[in-house]
C-alpha cells in the first residue's frame, strides 16, 4: 500500500505541479484541481484508520509521503492535513470535509480552510472559518491569522498523545518537508554541475564543486535517517514517545536546510535565484520550515534541558536503551 500510494503521490504531483503552480500559489491562489485529485486519491485521510473511513497508513509512511511533497516544494498543505485528520480520528471525532487548517496564528493556508483545528494540552476544537488577516512566511506561503467562526466538534486525545501531539507532528511534518526538498535542490545541483562546462569541461569535475556538493550529500543523508527513525519512533510509542527523535529530526532538518541551500545555490550561482528556476522555490520553503513549529535552536534546547533534569548518569543509558 505505501509504495502504490507513493507512486500515486509521485505522479501527480509531477503532472499538475510545477515552478508555474508554485508562483501562483504564492500569489495567492488556491490549487483547486490538484487538492481535488488528492481527495480523490483519499490522500488527506493517509492516517485514518480503515475502520473510521481512512488509508490506515503508519507514521512512517506519511514521512516518506512527506518527503515526496517536499520534493515537490509543497503545492499544497497535503501534510498538514493528513496531520489534522490523523489527530481528529485519535480523538474519536470524524475527519473534516474539505481542507482543514491547523491553528490560528500563522495558520497554514487558512484563508482556504474549511475547518480550522485546534489543540491545547490535549483538547481538540473543530471550528468553521470565521475571518483572517493574511500573512505569509519568506516562502510567500499563506500563514495566516485566524479568528474561528463556530465550533462544529470537540475530543481529546488519549493520554498516550501527550499535550503537544500537534506541535510535535508539526515538526516532524516539517522536518520531512525539508529533507524531501533537500534532496531535490541537490539533484538539481548535481544535474546542473554534470551540464554546465567552464573552461572546457563540467564544472561538477572542479575538486572544489565535488567536495561542496559531498558536504550537501551528506546532509541529505543524515537528516533522510533522521526522519526515518523519528517515523519508526512515533509508530513504535505513540507522539510523546517518539519526542526525543522528533526534536532530533527538527534540529537536523534545520542545519540540513542551511547548508544544503548554501551548497546548491553556490553551484547554481545567480541563475538559482531567478524567478523561473526551482531552486528558489525550494530553498526558500527549506529556511521558512526550518523556524516553523520550532527551530533548530528551540528543539536542542529542550534536549538539553531533559538530558539535564535526567542527570549524566542516565544519559548513555537514554540514548542506547531507545529502539526507534
Known amino acids: 500500500m505505501r509504495e502504490i500510494v507513493l507512486e500515486q503521490m509521485e505522479r501527480l504531483l509531477a503532472e499538475e505541479a510545477g515552478v508555474a503552480l508554485l508562483r501562483r500559489v504564492e500569489a495567492g491562489e488556491w490549487p483547486a484541481a490538484l487538492w481535488a485529485r488528492a481527495e480523490e486519491l483519499g490522500l488527506p485521510l493517509a492516517l485514518v484508520p480503515e475502520e473510521a473511513g481512512g488509508v490506515g497508513l503508519a507514521w512512517a ?3 516518506a509521503m512527506w518527503q515526496v511533497l517536499g520534493r515537490h516544494a509543497a503545492p499544497l498543505p497535503l501534510g498538514e492535513a493528513m496531520l489534522a485528520n490523523a489527530l481528529l480520528a485519535a480523538a474519536g471525532l470524524a475527519p473534516a470535509s474539505g481542507f482543514v487548517t491547523l491553528g490560528t496564528n500563522a495558520a497554514p493556508f ?5 475547518a480550522v483545528l485546534r489543540h491545547d494540552r490535549g483538547r481538540l ?4 472559518p470565521g475571518s483572517h488577516a493574511p500573512q505569509a512566511n519568506i516562502a510567500r506561503e499563506p500563514r495566516d491569522r485566524l479568528t ?3 465550533m462544529i466538534a470537540e475530543g481529546r486525545l488519549p493520554p498516550a498523545w501527550g499535550g503537544r501531539a500537534a506541535r ?9 518537508l525539508i529533507s524531501g526538498a533537500a534532496a531535490r535542490a541537490l539533484a538539481l545541483a548535481v544535474e546542473w554541475a554534470n551540464t554546465r562546462s567552464q573552461f572546457g569541461r563540467p564544472i561538477g569535475r572542479f575538486q572544489a564543486v565535488q567536495q561542496s556538493l559531498a558536504v550537501a550529500a551528506g546532509e541529505v543523508a543524515a537528516v533522510d535517517v533522521a526522519v526515518a527513525t523519528a517515523a519508526r519512533a512515533l509508530d513504535a510509542r505513540g507522539m510523546e514517545g517518539a519526542a526525543f527523535e522528533i526534536a532530533c529530526a527538527k534540529v537536523m532538518a ?3 536546510a542551511q547548508l544544503v541551500a548554501a551548497h546548491a545555490h553556490q553551484a547554481f550561482a545567480a541563475i538559482g535565484i531567478t524567478e523561473e528556476h526551482a531552486l528558489h522555490h525550494l530553498t526558500r520553503r527549506m529556511w521558512a520550515w526550518r523556524d516553523e513549529a520550532g527551530s533548530a535552536v528551540t528543539w536542542a534546547t529542550e534536549i538539553g534541558r531533559e538530558a539535564l533534569e535526567r542527570g549524566g548518569a542516565n544519559l548513555w543509558a537514554d540514548l542506547t536503551a531507545r529502539d526507534g
Do not use: T
Not at 476544537?125 to 468553521?128: E, I, V
Open 254 to 256: 534545520g542545519e540540513a
Open 168 to 176: 510535535l507532528g508539526l515538526a516532524l511534518l516539517r522536518a520531512a
Open 125 to 128: 476544537a473543530l471550528h468553521l
Open 148 to 150: 474561528p467562526g463556530a
Open 110 to 114: 487558512g484563508r482556504h480552510a474549511a
Open 61 to 63: 509512511d506519511a514521512a
